[in-house]
């Protein structure tokens, strides 16, 4: 059921990549900040899924989807600057994928804020 749901398939295939780039981080940041990230994405995943799957909470779980993939790009981004991906495509596709979830939760969210308000 949750396949149906683009935003789903996005954080499903973020949490793998994330997955895949930190099997790959030295020791020391693959425990450290490689944690972090792991964390963070399973966290955005399950609100999402939340949110799919409770509709009387939505916004409530799409909000927490939000910050959570706001908290993934600053993460995202420390992780490059500290040079910890394999390849600039790794952090690139990475990258697109929280921006694409993280744009995904806020229209849904906007989207449930106005059908609420009429």
């Known amino acids: 059921m949750n396949k149906k749901f683009p935003i789903w398939r996005d954080a499903e295939t973020l949490v793998v990549a994330i997955e895949q780039a930190v099997r790959l981080f030295a020791r020391y940041h693959k425990y450290t900040l490689g944690q972090e990230l792991r964390k963070e994405a399973?966290?955005?995943?399950?609100?999402?899924?939340?949110?799919?799957?409770?509709?009387?909470?939505?916004?409530?779980?799409?909000?927490?989807?939000?910050?959570?993939?706001?908290?993934?790009?600053?993460?995202?981004?420390?992780?490059?600057?500290l040079n910890l991906y394999a390849s600039f495509k790794q952090f690139e596709t990475i990258a697109q994928l929280s921006y694409q979830v993280s744009k995904q939760a806020k229209a849904w969210q906007n989207s449930c804020n106005a059908r609420a308000s009429r």
């Open 42 to 81: 399973y966290a955005l995943l399950e609100a999402i899924t939340h949110a799919v799957n409770q509709q009387d909470a939505r916004i409530a779980w799409l909000a927490k989807a939000h910050k959570h993939s706001e908290s993934l790009k600053v993460k995202i981004q420390l992780s490059k600057t």
